[in-house]
Structure formats: structure tokens, C-alpha cells
């Protein structure tokens, strides 16, 4: 996935780094692999682990939320980067805009379940209107180590995170044309003019999966 953010910062190494160790310390717990965390530039403010089991909405993002807020007495973290090693989903990502966090790095993009590669809900610019509840949308920098925090994920049963996600679907047989020739001795092709043609094609000349 292309990197949408303007830049890496020196230190976004780091944090996605001890994301992922969140992530692979939620498993060790029997919990998903999810970690997140909240920072100031290069200040570690808060971190948060998954603790779906304890509580469904207690997701790795909300929890590091939740735990910034209480830190630094404020609902508004607009001076706050969120690091999580997977995208957020819809739930977190209307909190990450509520929270008017300015800047978001994620590792594993969600394709089926993500605020922002599935629903854009942290590039949505109408919510900004809606000013003081939501911010302007955070710069996001995704994709950002996926590699890495693949490697966690893939330790577990959830397949449908990650670029490749779809492709892996084992709910979904991959349907594809089988031709074995472009065009059969049924298909018509009429010449129109120079350069132009119309071609008929024989559906039944090709076997569907």
C-alpha cells in the first residue's frame, strides 16, 4: 500500500516497533494482535493492548485513547500522533476524530473492516463541519511497517487483515475466466470501418468456475 503521508518521521520506527510488541503481548494473553499507542512527536504518552475479551469496545486504539485523555486531562489530542499496528476500524476511527488526533500511522490495512481503506471515516471532510465535535481529517500514514506486523498476525486465526487480505479469503472461491484461446471459430467480427471493429462473442464458448 502506497504511504499517504507526506513523510516518515524519525522516530515513527520506534513506536510502530512497540505496537507490534503490544500486539504480539495481547496474543501472549490470549487476546488479537493489536496493539496501539499515543505519542507527542517523540513522546510516549500512552499505550493500549486488546482487551476484547474483557470487553468487546475495549480495542487496542480506544484503550490507548482512553488512557491519553486521562493522562493529559484533555478530550483534545490534536497535538497527538495514534500508532496501531493494524488499521483502525469504524468504531475507533469516529474516536480518532472526536479526540481531534492530527496524525495516524497504521501497519496492516484492513480492506474488509478499516476506517479508512474499507469506510473513510478519517478522511471524511463533511464530519469537519461539524466543529467542535470532530476535527479536520489527521494526516495518515498507512501501511507503514506491515511487513513486520504481519508477522504477529499471521500467528493468529484473523486472515482478513493485511494488502493481500482478499486474496486469502478461505470463504471465497477465487472465480476467474477460463479461455483457453481469445476467440473461438463462433465468434463473428465484422469489419466497419479502417481501425474499427465490433466482435459477437459465443458466451458459451467459455467456462465459467
Known sequence: MELESTEIRKYDEK????????SQESVNL?????????????????????????????HAEIVALN?????LGTSDLSS?????????????????????IKRVVFALPSLYVGGYSKWPILQDT????????????PEVLAGFMEAEAKIVMDKTPLWMFGNDA????????????????PFSKNTE?????????????????????
Open 30 to 58: 490470549g487476546d488479537a494482535a493489536f496493539g496501539s499507542l499515543i505519542a507527542i512527536d517523540d513522546k510516549l504518552i500512552a499505550e493500549g493492548l486488546n482487551d476484547y475479551n474483557t470487553k468487546i469496545s475495549e
Open 189 to 209: 467480427v465484422k469489419v466497419l470501418k479502417k481501425g474499427e471493429h465490433s466482435f459477437k462473442i459465443n458466451i458459451n464458448d467459455y467456462k465459467f468456475l
Open 67 to 71: 488512557k491519553a485523555h486521562k493522562k
Open 15 to 22: 513506536f510502530m516497533r512497540r505496537c507490534i510488541e503490544l
Open 126 to 137: 463533511e464530519i469537519a463541519e461539524l466543529k467542535p465535535i470532530f476535527s479536520n481529517p
Open 80 to 100: 497527538c500522533t495514534l500508532y496501531t499496528s493494524c488499521e483502525p476500524c469504524p468504531m475507533c476511527s469516529f474516536m480518532i476524530r472526536e479526540f481531534k
Open 166 to 181: 482478499k486474496s486469502r479469503n478461505p470463504n471465497k472461491k477465487n472465480k476467474q475466466l477460463d479461455i483457453i484461446t
